[in-house]
Nanobody, 122 residues
Framework: VQLQAFGGGLVQAGDSLRLSCAAS????????MAWFRQPPGKEREFVAG????????AYGDSVKDRVTISRDNAKNTVHLQMNTLKPDDTAVYYC????????????????WGQGTLVTVSS
């Protein structure tokens, strides 16, 4: 599965941003999708995930009140709507996929996009 993330950029604190990830696969509907992020000098962390059926979602503790993940199986895309961005949200954001249940741990995901940089200025 090839994944391409886009939508990152430079924004100001308090702004909103929508990231998208396009998947090249015929089995998108069977994939659990997730977003992870890696802030400068820090480890990769789970941001949000959505199950293959689209009925289950999960969010990281640091963002759960500010982000929404959604998917469009007809377009093979997953979106991450981020609101009230903070400078601490500055990171490279990666989308990831795997066939199976929704997990919060990166080790379960077999396909990764190239990442899109989000920079939030104060």
């Amino acid at each position: 599965v090839q994944l391409q993330a886009f939508g990152g950029g430079l924004v100001q604190a308090g702004d909103s941003l929508r990231l998208s990830c396009a998947a090249s696969t015929r089995t998108f509907g069977r994939l659990s999708m997730a977003w992870f992020r890696q802030p400068p000098g820090k480890e990769r962390e789970f941001v949000a995930g959505i199950g293959w059926g689209g009925t289950g979602t999960a969010y990281g503790d640091s963002v759960k009140d500010r982000v929404t993940i959604s998917r469009d199986n007809a377009k093979n895309t997953v979106h991450l709507q981020m609101n009230t961005l903070k400078p601490d949200d500055t990171a490279v954001y990666y989308c990831a996929a795997h066939q199976g249940a929704l997990y919060r741990y990166a080790r379960y995901y077999t396909s990764w996009g190239q990442g899109t940089l989000v920079t939030v200025s104060s």
